[in-house]
């Protein structure tokens, strides 16, 4: 089974930056998309980040030009850069892992990171 553990999370004020990262443990499997959703109160998850088998990113409007999907397949992790935090980037933050095995599609979910953007 895919694990997948994060951290990174905390208090910034706005304009500041967090780096979230989210690594993988268990069995090794064939990765298709490596991706970050959040979640803040009173809204539903949204898709913030991902980034594909092909290093194909995609990126919401809210955040193209601040945050930054990467991974390193060596370190099984893979991350969020954010940078010129708002406060509306105040969330909830899950990573997620979408793979294949025996020709069945799996998401793996983490546990969720907490980020504050406030002053």
């Known amino acids: 089974q895919l694990q997948l553990v994060e951290s990174g999370g905390g208090l910034v004020q706005p304009g500041g930056s967090l780096r979230l990262s989210c690594t993988r443990s268990?069995?090794?499997?064939?990765?298709?998309?490596e991706a970050w959703y959040r979640q803040a109160p009173g809204k539903e998850r949204e898709l913030v980040a991902s980034i594909t088998r092909e290093d194909t990113t995609n990126y919401a409007d809210s955040v193209k030009g601040r945050f930054t999907i990467s991974r390193d397949k060596v370190k099984n992790t893979h991350y969020l850069q954010m940078s010129s935090l708002k406060p509306e980037d105040t969330a909830v933050y899950y990573c997620n892992v979408e793979f294949r095995r025996a020709g069945v599609l799996f998401r793996s979910w983490g546990q969720g990171t907490q980020v504050t953007v406030s002053s």
């Open positions: 268990g069995i090794i499997s064939r990765i298709n998309v």
